[in-house]
C-alpha cells in the first residue's frame, strides 16, 4: 500500500486533564501517515486521484485546536476517524504528542493505527 505523510504539523489547541491545562492552548506536535493506493495519481498527475494531504492537514489542525479532548488518546482517535471518512484512505497511522509536558522528555504522546 503506498502512503502520504504528513509530519510535524503544529496545532495549538486546549488538551490535558489538569485544570492549568484547560485554560491555555498548548502546543500540539501531529504526524500522519495514510495509506491507499496512489497509483491512478502517480499515472494521471491529477490530485482528485490522490489523497489530498492539504485538506487533511488542515482538518486535523482544526480538530486539535478547537476539540478541547483531556487525553492525547482521544484527540488521536478523533483525528484518525476524520481521516478514515476521505476516499481513497484505507489505513491510518496517527501520532499526537504534547511537546514539554513531562519534564527531562521532548515530548508525550500516542501512536494509534485505525483501519476501515
Same mark, same amino acid.
Given at each position: 500500500m ?10 495549538r ?6 485544570d492549568w491545562e484547560? /485554560?491555555?492552548p498548548?502546543?500540539i ?10 497509483k491512478?495519481a502517480g499515472?494521471?498527475d491529477d ?6 494531504y ?9 480538530l486539535a485546536e478547537?476539540c478541547?479532548?483531556?487525553? /492525547?488518546?482521544?484527540?488521536a482517535a478523533d ?6 471518512k /476521505? ?5 491510518v ?9 513531562v519534564r527531562?522528555?521532548e ?5 494509534i493505527?485505525r483501519?476501515?
Open positions: 503506498d502512503k502520504v505523510i504528513i509530519k510535524n504539523l503544529v496545532a489547541g486546549i488538551i490535558g486533564i489538569n484547560r /485554560v491555555k498548548q502546543e506536535l501531529i504526524n500522519i501517515t495514510l495509506f491507499g493506493d496512489l491512478k499515472q494521471s490530485i482528485e486521484d490522490s489523497i489530498n492539504r485538506t487533511i492537514a488542515k482538518h486535523a489542525q482544526s478547537n478541547q479532548r483531556q487525553t /492525547v488518546e482521544a484527540l483525528i484518525a476517524d476524520d481521516c478514515l /476521505v476516499q481513497g484512505v484505507k489505513k497511522n496517527v501520532r499526537v504528542e504534547k511537546p514539554g509536558a527531562f522528555a515530548s508525550v504522546g500516542v501512536e493505527e483501519s476501515n
